[in-house]
């Protein structure tokens, strides 16, 4: 492998998924510009929208997430075409 080419900066950080509320810890560089205490412990926090606790791929159920508003859109436009 080439030297100097990968980031020194791994620290644990906590990922959030935002649909669930699930916590996980490891090891990234990504910058936070929030915290969270775990443990007596200050991490920084990163918030996700989905995923593998929320992930339909991974939990084998089809679950809806919709932060937008756009579903509620879509079915309001097209949703009840058959009721006519």
Do not use: C, Q
């Not at 900066?9 to 915290?35: G, L, Q």
Request: zero cysteines; hydrophobic letters at 30%; charged letters at 35%.
């Amino acid at each position: 492998m080439k030297k100097g080419i990968h980031p020194e900066n791994y620290r644990p950080v906590v990922f959030k998924d935002m649909s669930n509320e699930d916590i996980f810890i490891t090891r990234s560089t990504m910058e936070a510009k929030e915290t969270i205490e775990i443990d007596g412990v200050t991490y920084p926090l990163i918030k996700v929208e989905i995923s593998n606790t929320s992930h339909p791929f991974f939990t084998g159920k089809a679950k809806l997430v919709d932060t937008a508003g756009r579903v509620d859109k879509f079915m309001s436009r097209y949703g009840d075409r058959k009721k006519k």
